[in-house]
């Protein structure tokens, strides 16, 4: 059960953007890492980015590098992921996280760590 709140998801055509927005305020003092991950029907979980919050490095899969940018907005408690320039591919339901976990290893190997939300459907029509 999602215990984090995503919010942003939509349709959108290629080259288009969106930003996905999640409340994070209850779970930023328990865990050291906050990320974005996305699930198509069918396939296995996929790590998008993650922010490691003791001291802001950022990781990133490779399929979104230069294209995607997670941030975080401490005085609003608000994790965010901007896609830009986005395609068919990275049509999928998006899941925002919270846990204590290696960010590099959590990114490659997505697990049930911690807190996740619900998810927010992105569709990218080409």
């Known amino acids: 059960q999602g215990q984090l709140v995503e919010s942003g998801g939509g349709s959108v055509q290629a080259g288009g953007s969106l930003r996905l927005s999640c409340g994070v305020s209850t779970y930023k003092y328990s865990t050291n890492s906050m990320g974005w991950f996305r699930q198509v029907p069918g396939k296995e979980r996929e790590g998008v980015a993650v922010?490691?919050?003791?001291?802001?490095?950022?990781f990133y899969a490779d399929s979104v590098k230069g294209r995607f940018d997670i941030s975080q907005d401490n005085a609003k408690n608000i994790l965010y992921l901007q896609m830009n320039n986005l395609q068919p591919e990275d049509t999928a339901m998006y899941y925002c996280a919270a846990a204590q976990a290696d960010p590099r290893l959590w990114l490659l190997d997505p697990r049930d760590l911690g807190y996740w939300g619900q998810g927010t459907q992105v569709t990218v029509s080409s």
């Open positions: 922010l490691y919050t003791r001291d802001g490095s950022t």
